[in-house]
């Protein structure tokens, strides 16, 4: 594989109590990368607020290897946010997304570069098994990606998690996207450009817990469903209709008893389970415009998205510096 002279290559790595496996993560990296002809590369960790020694353990890593560049929030920001801060700094020609935990096989970049050279403008990984991962959690997933392709407007590629590498103008356009709720794996395929899997199988975890307990994914997932999708609110009217449905076949049947025969149709029980039943679809309807209205809210505030409370090995002048425009942080 040749690259032209001079090319530059970001890792984008976002570490959230990762001191268990940080420093082999980092030695894979640099084996992988330089194994690769012609390749600059930096590797940029970005510390999540972590609370145990992982951001002792990156500022060692850069004292000893000056392409390691350190960005720690000031807080525990979540994932899809440490990601964006973490493009927003990448200087490379291309980045490359990668978890901490050694799930996504830095021996994998390569193949990425290859398809990069050839015009690809991202490369994605895509799963093709996943150990040490429950069936729980793989039964979930494939759930909600197949529900997230029906209700987004554009596809989504099942499978995919936030490895990937990404040309300049992708990171660039990534970064144009402002909104607060930010869920990568969809944002990428809205960029468009010349998208192609590269498969892979994922591994167990290095070391080290899983930081996406059940309640996260599940707002990971909601999340992802309401920044792509209006369909949530066409259920909102589809219930309405539903319900009027109900009510006009129920005025209709209890007429044509009155009517036409001697019955009646009487009791409370029937009058309370149309009540509930109205006030359970409104409160569902109004549940709805909430999530959306929340959304709005959170979005208006226009907080920074993340705060940086420290920058190791980063270069005060020349593109970047033109790039990391203080807008954010
Ligand atoms: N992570 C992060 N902030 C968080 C949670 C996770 O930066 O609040 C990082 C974590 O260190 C890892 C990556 O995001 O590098 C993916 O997290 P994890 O492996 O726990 O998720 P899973 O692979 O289990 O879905
Ligand atoms: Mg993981």
Request: proline residues 5%; aromatic residues 8%; contains cysteine.
């Amino acid at each position: 594989m040749r690259l032209a002279a001079g090319t530059l290559l970001s890792v984008v790595v976002p570490c959230f109590d990762e001191e268990a496996v940080i420093g082999e993560t980092h030695s894979r990296l640099v084996a992988t990368l330089e194994a690769v002809p012609d390749l600059d590369f930096e590797c940029v960790y970005v510390d999540d607020g972590s609370r145990d020694a992982t951001l002792e353990t990156l500022r060692n890593l850069h004292r000893a290897d000056a392409r390691v560049r350190v960005l720690a929030l000031s807080r525990n920001f979540g994932h899809e946010i440490a990601v964006t801060a973490g493009l927003k700094c990448a200087a490379g020609d291309a980045v490359v997304l990668i978890d901490a935990d050694l799930q996504d096989p830095p021996e994998i970049i390569p193949e990425m570069l290859e398809r990069w050279r050839c015009g690809t403008d991202v490369a994605y990984g895509m799963r093709t098994e996943r150990d040490g991962e429950t069936r729980f959690k793989r039964w979930t997933a494939g759930v909600f990606y197949r529900l997230l392709n029906r209700l987004a407007d554009i596809p989504i590629p099942l499978d995919t998690g936030s490895f990937r590498l990404m040309d300049r103008k992708v990171v660039d356009a990534f970064l144009a996207m402002p909104e607060r709720d930010r869920f990568t794996r969809a944002m990428v395929p809205w960029i468009g450009f010349r998208q192609e899997p590269v498969p892979y199988r994922r591994a167990a975890r290095a070391a080290g817990e899983t930081k996406y307990p059940f309640g996260k994914m599940l707002r990971l997932a909601i999340d992802g469903i309401l920044s792509f999708s209006l369909a949530p609110l066409r259920l909102a009217t589809w219930l309405g209709f539903l319900a009027s449905g109900l009510a006009l076949a129920g005025i209709a049947y209890v007429l044509v008893l009155r009517l036409l025969t001697a019955a009646w149709v009487s009791g409370w029980a029937s009058l309370l389970v149309a009540v509930l039943f109205l006030g359970g679809v409104q409160l569902i309807c109004l549940g709805i415009l909430g999530a959306y209205l929340g959304r709005i809210y959170g979005e208006v505030k226009r907080r920074p998205l993340y705060l940086v409370k420290e920058r190791l090995g980063f270069p005060p002048t020349g593109r970047r510096a033109m790039r990391d425009e203080p807008m954010e942080d």
